[in-house]
């Protein structure tokens, strides 16, 4: 699944990093504390987090993410966008929480070893 | 002239929920003396209430006590701020009000004691002191700094409510004075043990929430006289004044 496959199928709005919509998801992870993120998510996610910070733009291109989804209504700060623009890194928003998304993404067959 | 200044500058008073009553102001004086400081700071969670209180009773005993805060960012994470005068501080505690929303449960979260410098309290302090404002770690910066205080980023060495554990290393953009690392990591070992400190001028302090662990470590300074426009000359390496330990 592309990135803009994503942005359609769950209606996400699109804020920053339009230049990566064509990366391809392969994985999902779920965190907010960008110390732990930083060792462990996995190339190719779609990342789940409350966080807007910039710093989330810089663990996104260290772990070659595919995309990141600020949830829970939160928003990216100015300074997240511009970065994101810069590097590609689709930002985009999620009205609810991180755990409903996930379950949708999981469902559709994101990091779901049944569904290959 | 230049001399040895011992300062601890990051402790609680009884006003932050998860400290202990016993942190009233006369105690703080009294064990920060026994512990033979020069120097402390009065951080409390989003809030300076009892820092006068404290100024005055160190005053009367004869300890240099600076006026502070430890804010919680938005971003959930905690940075001290420290400044010249108990003004200064409650114009900061003022911008720290309007950003921070809910009201405490003090049977979750602990008693807020409102006290004298003779122990009297004076009453409960009813906000969510401990929870996080809606400002922005540039936000907290740039105000502490535009009241002529200084920031330094709390226990940096922790994965909780610290800058690297919450967002993984610190931001180029973020201008703070100096990192804090915990009676965790020993000052000297502070840059190879914690690498993301990189350059910046670090200290170490006792995050006291109860008296015996004020003094638990400390941070030596040379310094001309136990105030913070030294404090600041020290953390940029000016005029001989520096940081030892």
Redo the contacts between chains.
């Keep these: 699944m592309l990135v803009k496959d994503l942005v359609e199928k769950f209606d996400l709005a699109v804020t920053g990093g339009k230049s990566g919509l064509d990366r391809e998801v392969t994985e999902g992870y779920c965190g907010d504390?960008?110390?732990e993120?930083?060792g462990n998510a996995p190339a190719g996610c779609a990342w789940m987090t409350v966080?807007g910070?910039?710093?989330i733009v810089?663990?996104a291109v260290l772990r070659e993410m595919a995309a990141i989804v600020i949830t829970g209504g939160q928003i990216p700060?100015a300074?997240t966008i511009q970065k994101a623009d810069q590097e590609g890194i689709p930002i985009l928003q999620w009205p609810d929480s991180s755990f409903s998304l996930a379950g949708r993404l999981f469902s559709a067959g994101v990091g779901n070893p049944a569904s290959e | 002239m230049l001399k040895k200044i011992k300062a601890d500058l990051h402790i609680h008073s009884c006003l932050s929920p998860c400290s202990d009553w016993d942190m009233s102001p006369k105690k703080i004086v009294q064990k920060s003396l026994e512990q033979q400081l020069d120097l402390i700071a009065i951080c409390d969670h989003n809030t300076a209430e009892n820092v006068a209180a404290i100024m005055r009773e160190g005053a009367r005993q004869g300890i240099a006590v600076l006026p502070g805060m430890e804010i919680c960012s938005r971003e959930e994470v905690h940075l001290v701020t420290l400044f010249k005068s108990i003004e200064a501080d409650l114009k900061m505690q003022e911008f720290i009000y309007k950003h921070l929303n809910g009201n405490n449960q003090p049977e979750v979260f602990g008693h807020q004691v409102v006290a004298d410098e003779h122990d009297q309290v004076l009453g409960e302090n009813p906000r969510l002191l401990i929870g996080a404002t809606g400002l922005s770690l540039i936000d907290v910066v740039e105000k502490a700094h535009h009241l002529g205080g200084i920031c330094i980023s709390s226990h940096v060495d922790r994965p909780s409510y610290s800058l690297i554990g919450q967002l993984g290393f610190i931001p180029e953009n973020l201008h703070l004075d100096a990192v804090e690392v915990s009676f965790r990591v020993p000052l000297k070992k502070a840059r190879t043990e914690v690498p993301g400190i990189g350059n910046y001028p670090c200290v170490t302090s006792s995050d006291a929430h109860f008296l015996d662990d004020i003094g638990k470590v400390w941070t030596e300074f040379i310094l001309a006289a136990p105030s913070l426009e030294e404090l600041i000359m020290a953390l940029a390496g000016k005029d001989g004044r520096h940081i030892v330990n």
């Design positions: 504390l960008l110390s993120v930083m966080q910070h910039q710093n810089a663990v700060d300074e």
